[in-house]
């Protein structure tokens, strides 16, 4: 009979250390980049007074809602009760957090004082969507700390579903007010307007549902762990209908904006006539990310994993672009701030589409915000046993009995 | 009759203190006393501060009222443009109808509903009772969504180190700022800005500032002779900065 035990990340001493320092060199790096920036002043980066986000924004995130994402899986398994998904839940509660902690650590990095970190978590403007995505954020965190204690000791295994049903419902909260940081700028064009909210829960689902295969896959190169077929293809059909639903409530975001007619002019901009931003909304965002992920799925009569695969890795260059669309067109469009006259000359770049070019500081701070996500996921697995594997004779049992 | 002129333990010790403490007391008493009366009273909202600009009489080509914000506010650049602050700057502006050409300076709108306090986190930004719309540099941790929010651009982020900057205007770098309508003019009781002065000195009279609830303050004046329109009124911001002509 086939049982499942949950073991250590089992790998070669040699291996892990070798990731273990490659990602901390690139841990390193970005924290040097940040080091760089803040001593120096951010005039080092492709950030001005036109676009005030940039690259550090576009990684932090991304990961964040990857983190809301990811958590997917152990919703499925807690809340809608699939036994299926159980053994795959501390996983996925373990790189919710590990990518919610370097979302937060890039967004921290690329304040213009981290130092005054303490400030951010004393010093509180409740009417800020900011001030509550500081308690969103830090609650989460500890949410997913109770909730992979639940699922990994036994003795309060009791609690496991309503701290998961807390966690479901927290992430939902959570990427509602990512998603709002933009949706209440009445300001710019580009933003203002609720429908982000729910967009950016569904983009969640997608980017984490996909991160967690290609994280999955990783691990299965070096051990194999529980991934049937069946899992698989749930997954694959997941994609599919979360690659459906954002297509729809992208469409829904663009239709929106095309009936406020004070918004007209920048959806022509992003539509038609925006240059490097159309690219990267039609290609980028609607091809790469949504489009030939469908095709790919869609085409594969025999399901296979590498279409399954295919999909994944243009979904992810897909994600990052529509951040960049997103969070950088909005800005490079210039603000309307006169009705009834058009802006001839302006000493600050007032009547021109601003362009944004990022510098290596900001790259590394980025790559170094995935590589702690990394880092964090691997002294996880390492240390804990989140993997589960099939146990199917009896010596096999006890003999990985006998280790753990 | 004899006078006691021995000096008992007691009335030395009482006698000691009481030179001491006006010593030590005297010279408070008296900076205070020197000092402009509006330090010593709390800011209250019977002071209105506004703003009305009358664009017909800005001049194309002046650039007073910028140069003496920089002069006022310690705001030198570094020669880069895109970073540098600018917490006024001048627009030249056309008409889509009739074509017509003009100049307006542009500032905080100092809103009485203002989208970059409401979203700061740390509560850096803050509106003032009397109107007055500011950063307090103590608290703003840079993360600029502040500048994300504001309709009209007007804030800056500090780019770089600065270390010449006026004890007047307190500005860092990692912080965002913007015009405060000279608030440390205002509290030392000089109810004028700089860029209202220079405006005034150059002779074009096109930027009146005052207390809204003074009927013979200039802006008061200005918003009688003519009708003013606040930029971008669809939002309902309520702008403290008004502009006539427009």
């Given at each position: 009979?086939?049982?499942?035990?949950?073991?250590?990340?089992?790998?070669?001493?040699?291996?892990?250390?070798?990731?273990?320092?490659?990602?901390?060199?690139?841990?390193?790096?970005?924290?040097?980049?940040?080091?760089?920036?803040?001593?120096?002043?951010?005039?080092?980066?492709?950030?001005?007074?036109?676009?005030?986000?940039?690259?550090?924004?576009?990684?932090?995130?991304?990961?964040?809602?990857?983190?809301?994402?990811?958590?997917?899986?152990?919703?499925?398994?807690?809340?809608?009760?699939?036994?299926?998904?159980?053994?795959?839940?501390?996983?996925?509660?373990?790189?919710?957090?590990?990518?919610?902690?370097?979302?937060?650590?890039?967004?921290?990095?690329?304040?213009?004082?981290?130092?005054?970190?303490?400030?951010?978590?004393?010093?509180?403007?409740?009417?800020?969507?900011?001030?509550?995505?500081?308690?969103?954020?830090?609650?989460?965190?500890?949410?997913?700390?109770?909730?992979?204690?639940?699922?990994?000791?036994?003795?309060?295994?009791?609690?496991?579903?309503?701290?998961?049903?807390?966690?479901?419902?927290?992430?939902?909260?959570?990427?509602?007010?990512?998603?709002?940081?933009?949706?209440?700028?009445?300001?710019?064009?580009?933003?203002?307007?609720?429908?982000?909210?729910?967009?950016?829960?569904?983009?969640?689902?997608?980017?984490?549902?996909?991160?967690?295969?290609?994280?999955?896959?990783?691990?299965?190169?070096?051990?194999?762990?529980?991934?049937?077929?069946?899992?698989?293809?749930?997954?694959?059909?997941?994609?599919?209908?979360?690659?459906?639903?954002?297509?729809?409530?992208?469409?829904?975001?663009?239709?929106?904006?095309?009936?406020?007619?004070?918004?007209?002019?920048?959806?022509?901009?992003?539509?038609?006539?925006?240059?490097?931003?159309?690219?990267?909304?039609?290609?980028?965002?609607?091809?790469?990310?949504?489009?030939?992920?469908?095709?790919?799925?869609?085409?594969?009569?025999?399901?296979?994993?590498?279409?399954?695969?295919?999909?994944?890795?243009?979904?992810?260059?897909?994600?990052?672009?529509?951040?960049?669309?997103?969070?950088?067109?909005?800005?490079?469009?210039?603000?309307?701030?006169?009705?009834?006259?058009?802006?001839?000359?302006?000493?600050?770049?007032?009547?021109?589409?601003?362009?944004?070019?990022p510098t290596i500081w900001e790259l590394g701070l980025g790559l170094g915000g995935v590589a702690l996500s990394l880092i964090i996921v691997l002294i996880g697995i390492a240390n804990l046993d989140f993997l589960p594997t099939v146990i199917k004779s009896p010596e096999a049992k006890k003999a990985v009995g006998s280790d753990s | 009759m004899t006078i006691d002129t021995k000096l008992s333990r007691r009335g030395f010790i009482v006698k000691s203190i009481s030179l001491l403490s006006t010593v030590y007391f005297i010279p408070d008493i008296i900076t205070s006393a020197q000092a402009a009366k509006p330090l010593n009273e709390e800011v209250n909202s019977d002071t209105k501060w506004a703003m009305s600009i009358d664009v017909d009489k800005c001049a194309k080509g002046c650039t007073a009222c910028v140069d003496a914000c920089v002069e006022e506010n310690g705001l030198y650049g570094f020669d880069r443009p895109e970073t540098d602050s600018q917490w006024i700057r001048k627009l030249t502006i056309k008409d889509i109808k009739t074509d017509k050409v003009k100049v307006v300076p542009m500032l905080c709108q100092h809103c009485e509903n203002p989208p970059c306090c409401d979203v700061c986190p740390t509560g850096a930004s803050f509106r003032r009772v009397d109107g007055i719309v500011m950063v307090n540099q103590h608290t703003c941790i840079g993360c600029r969504y502040c500048m994300m929010a504001c309709p009209f651009k007007a804030r800056s982020f500090v780019h770089e180190n600065l270390t010449e900057q006026v004890t007047t205007a307190p500005r860092g770098k990692g912080c965002v700022e913007s015009c405060n309508f000279c608030v440390n003019r205002i509290d030392h009781g000089i109810p004028t800005t700089a860029c209202e002065e220079a405006c005034m000195k150059e002779g074009h009279k096109a930027i009146s500032f005052g207390d809204l609830s003074d009927p013979n303050s200039r802006v008061s004046q200005a918003l009688k002779t003519k009708q003013n329109r606040r930029l971008r009124a669809d939002l309902s911001l309520k702008q403290r900065v008004t502009y006539s002509n427009i």
């Open positions: 009979m086939e049982k499942i035990i949950f073991k250590k990340f089992q790998i070669e001493s040699k291996t892990f250390w070798m990731m273990f320092f490659g990602l901390g060199f690139v841990i390193l790096i970005g924290y040097l980049c940040s080091h760089y920036m803040e001593t120096e002043g951010h005039y080092v980066t492709g950030m001005n007074n036109q676009i005030v986000w940039g690259l550090p924004h576009i990684f932090a995130v991304l990961l964040i809602v990857i983190a809301s994402g990811v958590l997917n899986i152990a919703s499925i398994s807690s809340v809608f009760d699939k036994k299926l998904y159980k053994p795959l839940a501390p996983l996925s509660a373990l790189l919710a957090m590990a990518f919610l902690i370097s979302g937060l650590a890039i967004l921290v990095l690329d304040l213009g004082r981290p130092d005054r970190l303490i400030v951010a978590m004393t010093t509180y403007n409740f009417k800020s969507i900011f001030a509550w995505n500081i308690f969103l954020y830090s609650g989460f965190a500890g949410i997913l700390a109770i909730y992979i204690w639940t699922m990994l000791d036994r003795n309060v295994n009791k609690f496991s579903r309503p701290a998961g049903i807390f966690a479901f419902t927290w992430r939902i909260v959570l990427t509602t007010g990512t998603g709002s940081i933009f949706g209440f700028l009445i300001s710019r064009e580009a933003y203002g307007t609720a429908i982000l909210a729910p967009l950016f829960i569904i983009m969640s689902l997608l980017y984490g549902t996909v991160v967690y295969f290609l994280i999955v896959k990783a691990i299965n190169y070096f051990q194999k762990t529980l991934f049937s077929e069946e899992i698989l293809q749930n997954l694959r059909k997941l994609t599919l209908l979360f690659l459906f639903a954002n297509l729809y409530f992208l469409i829904l975001y663009h239709v929106t904006n095309l009936y406020i007619s004070k918004h007209l002019e920048f959806e022509k901009f992003i539509l038609l006539n925006g240059g490097v931003y159309t690219i990267a909304f039609w290609v980028g965002q609607v091809v790469i990310g949504l489009i030939l992920p469908l095709y790919i799925l869609f085409r594969d009569e025999n399901k296979s994993e590498s279409s399954l695969m295919s999909a994944t890795l243009l979904i992810l260059v897909g994600s990052f672009l529509a951040m960049y669309v997103i969070i950088i067109a909005g800005q490079a469009y210039p603000l309307k701030m006169f009705t009834n006259y058009e802006i001839l000359e302006s000493s600050f770049y007032d009547n021109v589409i601003h362009t944004y070019i | -």
